[in-house]
């Protein structure tokens, strides 16, 4: 089972319409915030596939949840934009509200930053952003697969 993660895309409906394209065989496609505008896009435009979406802190007056949990038969994930756990000053408290919360990843945006890693039985990653990276990289996007053999967590370029 795949969940490719997007975060960030500040407008750029070109970058997430792109990335839904170089994935077709995707279960489920995760929007960790700032980018609500392009997911009602993608949602009228492909309605047939697992759309969901956080809220971030640009995504002005959202309806959408601040924390989504995924349950899978593989593990628990959690997902959030992160500006109200504090990400851009560390992970600590993301992580020690994902292990409270058994989740095995922790998934977030915010920072424009990537970030790919495991420690304490947590999975945590930043797929940077789709449109404006602020680390130095080219846009960017995650992927999560999960199987009976295990998580693998990938931060890939645009």
């Given at each position: 089972m795949r969940?490719?993660?997007?975060?960030?895309?500040?407008?750029?409906?070109?970058?997430?319409?792109?990335?839904?394209?170089?994935?077709?065989?995707?279960?489920?496609f995760m929007h960790l915030g700032d980018g609500e505008r392009e997911f009602n896009v993608m949602r009228v435009k492909y309605p047939e596939l697992d759309l969901r979406i956080v809220a971030g802190n640009c995504d002005y007056n959202s309806n959408f949840p601040m924390v989504h949990v995924i349950d899978t038969e593989f593990a628990r994930i959690m997902c959030t934009h992160g500006h109200r756990y504090s990400v851009k000053e560390g992970t600590e408290v993301l992580r020690s509200i994902a292990l409270d919360n058994d989740c095995s990843v922790a998934l977030y945006g915010h920072t424009h930053r990537r970030l790919n890693s495991y420690s304490d039985g947590i999975y945590l990653m930043n797929p940077g952003s789709c449109s404006q990276p602020r680390d130095g990289k080219p846009p960017s996007y995650g992927y999560i697969d999960l199987t009976t053999a295990g998580i693998v967590t990938n931060v890939v370029d645009l």
């Amino acid at each position: 089972m795949r969940i490719v993660v997007i975060s960030d895309s500040h407008g750029n409906i070109d970058a997430v319409e792109r990335i839904i394209a170089r994935n077709p065989n995707t279960r489920i496609f995760m929007h960790l915030g700032d980018g609500e505008r392009e997911f009602n896009v993608m949602r009228v435009k492909y309605p047939e596939l697992d759309l969901r979406i956080v809220a971030g802190n640009c995504d002005y007056n959202s309806n959408f949840p601040m924390v989504h949990v995924i349950d899978t038969e593989f593990a628990r994930i959690m997902c959030t934009h992160g500006h109200r756990y504090s990400v851009k000053e560390g992970t600590e408290v993301l992580r020690s509200i994902a292990l409270d919360n058994d989740c095995s990843v922790a998934l977030y945006g915010h920072t424009h930053r990537r970030l790919n890693s495991y420690s304490d039985g947590i999975y945590l990653m930043n797929p940077g952003s789709c449109s404006q990276p602020r680390d130095g990289k080219p846009p960017s996007y995650g992927y999560i697969d999960l199987t009976t053999a295990g998580i693998v967590t990938n931060v890939v370029d645009l």
